[in-house]
């Protein structure tokens, strides 16, 4: 089992409406929750990061933590086409690799006009 | 100048041949990874070390190594390549536990 795993998508969306980014991790003892976004060829990049469960807004991007059922999600709002991209969910791990960066395998988002 | 910066940029090179890929960080962070990314499968931990002594083997480190020079400089060796190391291979660099990493523009590899 990943550490890290996302919805597989591909996801498609129209613009203007919300994409909704699922993620799941298996380490209990994970504090720290990033969404990057990654335009093809390109470095990721911070999105969002999120340590408590509940939801945390920034501008259109909702993170929300779930850390009963080790789920985090991303919600775009009012999609736009720029949005077009890769997202990447990651995880710090706990235990006797605390802290180290582990990433899921990227849910690809298309937002058509 | 990029703050995480890594070299070459792209490279091509045969089956057999050891390759090194360099990485350079001017962020002063203690944390530096080194990622794997293949079509489909997100980035994939080669390894990773939170400080100059401390080197840590990730979910992929099967015919990779790795070298901390400084705080500033981690290399990634192939010491002998084969063609499904072909890939995209990123650096990146964080300050500390829970804190954002910051990543380099990447190498392209292919192995002929």
């Known amino acids: 089992q990943k550490e890290v795993e996302q919805n597989s998508g591909p996801l498609s969306v129209p613009e203007g409406a919300i994409a909704s980014l699922n993620c799941t991790y298996s380490?209990?003892?994970?504090?720290?929750f990033f969404w990057y976004r990654q335009y093809s060829g390109k470095s990721p990049e911070l999105i969002m990061f999120?340590?408590?469960?509940g939801d945390k807004e920034d501008g259109r991007f909702t993170a929300q933590l779930n850390k009963a059922s080790q789920y985090v999600s991303l919600l775009i709002r009012d999609s736009q086409p720029s949005d077009s991209a890769t997202y990447l969910c990651a995880a710090t791990t706990g235990g006797t690799s605390y802290g180290k960066l582990t990433f899921g395998q990227g849910t690809i988002l298309t937002v058509h006009p | 100048d990029a703050d995480v910066t890594q070299t070459p940029r792209n490279r091509i090179t045969k089956t057999g041949k050891r390759i090194m890929l360099e990485c350079s960080q001017t962020?002063?962070?203690?944390?530096m990874y080194w990622y794997r990314q293949d079509p489909g499968l997100g980035l994939q931990l080669i390894y990773y070390s939170f400080d100059v002594k401390d080197i840590n083997k990730g979910e992929i480190s099967d015919g990779y190594s790795v070298s901390r020079q400084a705080q500033a400089k981690f290399s990634l060796s192939l010491e002998s390549a084969i063609p499904n190391q072909t890939a995209l291979y990123f650096c990146a660099t964080s300050a500390g536990q829970g804190t954002e990493a910051f990543f380099g523009q990447g190498t392209r590899l292919t192995v002929v």
């Open positions: 999120i340590y408590s469960n």
């Open positions: 380490d209990r003892g994970s504090q720290s």
């Open positions: 962020k002063g962070h203690d944390r």
